[in-house]
């Protein structure tokens, strides 16, 4: 439990800290190369799902935090349970990413449009503003800042549907929690397998001996049957 809470702590306080940071520091829409011309901080806010994807209108956004509060009670309560019943550790450790990456968004959603004036690309944010936030209690919205346009460029004609149109990998917009979330659940799949339980390991070990024994009367039978010959010679 001790590892799942450093995981979630870690994940939390990063991705907080980088977050008000860049909503205090960036204008909105603004970027600032991290790695030539493929790696920037770009500051956009969704108010919708992971990688800035949206889920329409006031009542989505609702039900969209609503959602999100729900399921990572549910992923909490899963990882207490796996802590207790004695799951392998890289198994918490892909739940406790999942978990904080999900609590880090929810964090955005809930009080950001509480706390933060708005952005825009010509206005920073204010903390604390005196004439209050930009949005009520669960309409906040996401900031997002990392953006990796890797690759740019036209699809060859001869591919299906999309031939010839502009392309751009990878377009989506993420942060820290974005990046915890799917890092979990790929983490997740990946070690997963199929482990022997003692009935299992128990019933191949009595097949063993049942043939081991099984043998040995046979050769014993064998052995009997080669002496007689000779005792019935003598």
Same mark, same amino acid.
């Given at each position: 439990?001790?590892?799942?809470?450093?995981?979630?702590?870690?994940?939390?306080?990063?991705?907080?800290?980088?977050?008000?940071?860049?909503?205090?520091?960036? &204008?909105?829409?603004?970027?600032?190369?991290?790695?030539?011309?493929?790696?920037?901080?770009?500051?956009?806010?969704?108010?919708?799902?992971?990688?800035?994807?949206?889920?329409?209108?006031?009542?989505?956004?609702?039900?969209?935090?609503?959602?999100?509060?729900?399921?990572?009670?549910?992923?909490?309560?899963?990882?207490?349970?796996?802590?207790?019943?004695?799951?392998?550790?890289?198994?918490?450790?892909?739940?406790?990413?999942?978990?904080?990456?999900?609590?880090?968004?929810?964090?955005?959603?809930? &009080?950001?449009?509480?706390?933060?004036?708005?952005?825009?690309?010509?206005?920073?944010?204010?903390?604390?503003?005196?004439?209050?936030?930009?949005?009520?209690?669960?309409?906040?919205?996401?900031?997002?800042?990392?953006?990796?346009?890797?690759?740019?460029?036209?699809?060859?004609?001869?591919?299906?549907?999309?031939?010839?149109?502009?392309?751009?990998? &990878?377009?989506?917009?993420?942060?820290?929690?974005?990046?915890?979330?799917?890092?979990?659940?790929?983490?997740?799949?990946?070690?997963?397998?199929?482990?022997?339980?003692?009935?299992?390991?128990?019933?191949?070990?009595?097949? %063993?001996?049942?043939?081991?024994?099984?043998?040995?009367?046979?050769?014993?039978?064998?052995?009997?049957?080669?002496?007689?010959?000779? %005792?019935?010679?003598?």
């Amino acid at each position: 439990m001790k590892r799942a809470l450093a995981i979630i702590l870690f994940v939390l306080v990063a991705d907080q800290v980088l977050k008000v940071w860049v909503k205090l520091t960036f &204008f909105y829409d603004s970027a600032i190369p991290l790695f030539g011309d493929w790696a920037y901080l770009h500051f956009i806010e969704n108010r919708g799902m992971a990688f800035g994807m949206e889920f329409g209108g006031e009542w989505g956004k609702l039900l969209l935090s609503l959602f999100r509060i729900i399921a990572v009670a549910g992923i909490g309560y899963a990882l207490v349970r796996m802590t207790r019943t004695g799951a392998r550790g890289i198994q918490i450790a892909s739940v406790a990413l999942i978990f904080s990456g999900a609590l880090g968004n929810i964090i955005d959603s809930t &009080f950001y449009g509480l706390i933060f004036s708005a952005s825009s690309p010509f206005q920073k944010a204010v903390l604390f503003p005196a004439e209050g936030g930009y949005a009520s209690f669960l309409h906040g919205a996401v900031v997002d800042m990392f953006y990796f346009p890797l690759w740019e460029g036209r699809l060859p004609e001869w591919l299906p549907v999309w031939g010839g149109e502009h392309f751009l990998f &990878f377009r989506p917009v993420f942060n820290i929690a974005d990046a915890a979330i799917t890092s979990g659940v790929v983490l997740f799949i990946l070690v997963q397998r199929p482990e022997r339980t003692d009935a299992t390991v128990g019933s191949s070990t009595s097949e %063993q001996e049942g043939a081991g024994v099984a043998t040995s009367d046979v050769a014993e039978g064998s052995t009997e049957s080669e002496n007689r010959p000779d %005792q019935a010679t003598a």
